[in-house]
């Protein structure tokens, strides 16, 4: 079993739409979650990190992390076109070193 | 402050090359990934360094890859001889020593054996 699963989409939202975006991870020690999006043929960028239970709101972004059920979620409000792109959760196992482990990512699709 | 900085960009060379791809590091980061991207299998995490100390290289896929960080702002992964299944986006990244903080990813070098 692979330590962080994601549906691979695609996902499709209308602009305007709230796109939610969901993850699964199985290490219990896992520490710290992190969404990255990546547009094609580039390289992934961080939106948006979370570290406790709970939800973290950064402009339409709205991280929520459940340790007790082991997934992470990103919200999109307002999704717009800009948007599409895929999104790689990913998280880091706690320890003495840093070791991050990535999904397969969602895509996610925003049509006007 | 420069980000993750690699090198080269783009390449296609052809089986059995010896392909080099280079990693300068931000400053003040002592962690250091290579990571490889394909279609089929996503991001996988092919070795990383703390301090310029291989931490874990169980991503490797074979022998015929090796990697090596000499200082604390350049690191090398090396794929002696390639094969087309080695065409993929290489990615390298850094971050700070301790978990929680986040990686950051350089522009990729993208290669294609054929």
């Known amino acids: 079993q692979k330590e962080v699963e994601q549906n691979s989409g695609p996902l499709s939202v209308p602009e305007g739409a709230i796109a939610s975006l969901n993850c699964t991870y199985s290490d219990r020690v896992s520490q710290s979650f992190f969404w990255y999006r990546q547009y094609s043929g580039k390289s992934p960028e961080l939106i948006m990190s979370i570290y406790s239970n709970g939800d973290k709101e950064d402009g339409r972004f709205t991280a929520q992390l459940n340790k007790a059920s082991q997934y992470v979620s990103l919200l999109i409000r307002d999704s717009q076109p800009s948007d599409s792109a895929t999104y790689l959760c990913?998280?880091?196992?706690?320890?003495?070193?840093?070791?991050?482990?990535f999904g397969s990512g969602t895509k996610l699709n925003v049509k006007p | 402050d420069a980000g993750v900085i690699q090198s080269p960009r783009h390449e296609v060379t052809e089986m059995g090359q010896e392909v080099t791809l280079r990693c300068k590091p931000i400053s003040g980061h002592n962690s250091l990934f290579w990571y490889r991207q394909t279609m089929m299998r996503g991001l996988e995490l092919l070795i990383y360094f703390n301090n310029n100390v291989p931490i874990d290289d169980s991503g490797m896929p074979e022998d015929r890859f090796s990697a090596k960080m000499p200082n604390a702002s350049f690191s090398t992964l090396k794929i002696q001889p390639s094969e087309p299944r080695d065409s993929a986006v290489y990615f390298c990244?850094?971050?700070?020593?301790?978990?929680?903080?986040?990686?950051?990813f350089g522009e990729g070098s993208w290669l294609t054996v054929v």
């Open positions: 990913a998280v880091n196992i706690k320890g003495n070193f840093n070791k991050f482990y």
């Open positions: 990244a850094s971050s700070r020593q301790y978990g929680g903080n986040t990686i950051y």
